[in-house]
């Protein structure tokens, strides 16, 4: 009777799991496939190589390069807190936030990216449960420049700021995907029997930058800077002709390859994002009306009333007075009695006309991200100090970008560029994918016109307030700028001043503009004839030399009797 019993208990038994198994291994069975599918394998996403960045020299400003980075898959860590002080101990990072990753409940999470080869040496021998190593792409700046104009890529190898960020889809490429069968302890292997995606690597660009005179600027804005105790400076420097920008640099600037490092505010591109009232350098705009619209030319005669003279109850004065100039005279000694009279006479529509053809309140259309609009009220909101005060550079806001190529314009006679930093695409083995050729936005003045403010300006600074830009032997047409900053009661400030100054060179047949804006000088010296035209002369001494250099080692001759300005 028992045996009985007990053989119909272990037949019931055996049905029973019968019954189970089938259930598991028949009705079940597709959905527990997956499980362990999705247990055993993972599909891991293999980078591309993003593209390069070049200077148009094919100098190397941004590369890629293969680094390992650490990651953990937290059920697999027995003791989070342990294994986080031991991490940290070799230099991985925070304890507190490798504790945080530790214990996340995700089944996979990256500990740091970019690992130093000697902590990744460490790592290796704690052999730590849950955690592992693996290849990564990281971001490299070979010289250490133009980190405004680069910016920098994030840990997933995207780009944050700059040309990284607004060439992403250019640079960044396609990647790749790979089923791999992952072990009981975390660990990996292909799968040959499922299909592969080979990654495909980004595209690389050159821009029209020159890495040497990018060096120049940076090393001679950040001397200046210090030298007159100044808050910060940008400089721009284009070819006039093509539009080309060959340096942009600003101070204070970071280093690219300290990825995120500094105050966010060292990272934009001041040149492109920020904006000041000019002063005296948007003067050319007022002439320029004056003469294209034949209300003046350069030889007629005008009464600055000893230097003041009062509008709407302000009085607006002359540093150095005047009683009678001819209209060029007023440029070249920078009177602002007398651009406010050449405005009176050439009326605010036509002036406003004339500011926006010369680019000013709107983008003109540079390909880096956060490019200002200026301020530039319409001129039916004018009233006649307002006038006044456009004519000689306030109550109006511009860019440097939009300085430079207003000054460009007249240096290319009367045609003003569009903007160019990127030379041209091209695949990883060199082919020319695109290529970015020189484009004109309008005429903005008759080439009679800048003719005729390239020789004023030529004078501006041979004799004028643009004295200390000089360079023996080279011609350069330029103008100063000194403007006063409104204080937060928007007034403005007798202590801050923008000093500013655009030249170039030679200046009847131009291949190199440059502009400088010098935030908040302090000292005895703060006008732009003192401060902006010492920092541009250091430029151009550099930059000439550089030339003259490459001008000699090209082996284009060495005749004693040409000129430096027969080098250009």
Known sequence: ????????????????LFLRLSILQIINGGEFKKIAERQQ??????PAERGRIFDRNLEPLAVSFECQSCYAHPHLVADPKLTA???????????????????????????????????????????LPGV??????????????????????????????????????????????????????????????????????????VLTIDSDLQSIAEEELAQGVDRFNARGATCLIIDPTSGEILAM??????????????????????VVTDLFEPGSTLKIVTLASSLDENVFNL??????????????????????KYDMLTVGQILVHSSNVGAVKIAQDVGKKKLYEYLRAFGFGNPIGVDLPGEANGILAKPDDWSRIRLANIAIGQGISVSTLQLAFAFGAVANRGVLMKPTIVKRVMDFNGNTIREFTPTPVRNVISEKTALQLVQTLDKAVEG????????????????????????????????KFIASFCGFFPAHAPRILITV?????????????????????EITTKIVNLMDYRYLSYGNGTDAEETLADRF
């Open 299 to 320: 030889d007629d005669t005008i009464d600055l009333d000893s230097g003041r003279i009062v509008v709407q109850g302000v009085c607006i004065e002359d540093v150095e």
């Open 41 to 46: 394998k993972t599909e891991i996403e293999i």
């Open 1 to 16: 009777m028992r045996l009985r019993a007990y053989l119909i208990g272990c037949f019931a038994l055996w049905i029973l």
């Open 464 to 495: 004028g307030t643009g004295r200390k830009a000089k360079y023996p032997g080279l011609s350069i047409a330029g103008k100063t700028g000194t403007a006063q900053k409104l204080d937060e009661d928007g007034k403005y400030s007798r202590s």
């Open 85 to 127: 002080t031991k991490l940290s101990r070799a230099g991985l990072g925070p304890e507190g936030e490798l504790v945080r990753k530790l214990r996340s409940r995700s089944g996979f999470v990256w500990l740091k990216r970019t690992v130093p080869p000697e902590v990744c040496r460490t790592i290796e021998k704690l052999s």
């Open 132 to 205: 592992y190593l693996s290849s990564d792409m990281t971001r490299a700046y070979p010289k250490s420049i133009a980190g405004n104009v680069l910016g920098f890529c994030g840990g997933e190898m995207k780009g944050l700021e700059g040309i990284e960020y607004a060439f992403e889809g250019i640079l960044r490429g396609s990647d790749g995907r790979v089923v791999v069968q992952r072990d009981a302890t975390g660990r990996t292997c292909p799968l040959p029997e499922y299909p592969r995606e080979d990654p495909q690597s980004g595209s690389d660009i």
């Open 517 to 537: 804006v010098v935030d908040e000088p302090h000292g005895l010296y703060y006008y732009g004839g003192d401060v902006a035209c010492s920092i541009f002369k």
């Open 249 to 270: 640099a600003n101070h204070p600037s970071y280093n690219p390859n300290r990825r995120g490092s500094g105050k966010p505010q060292e990272w934009r591109n001041r």
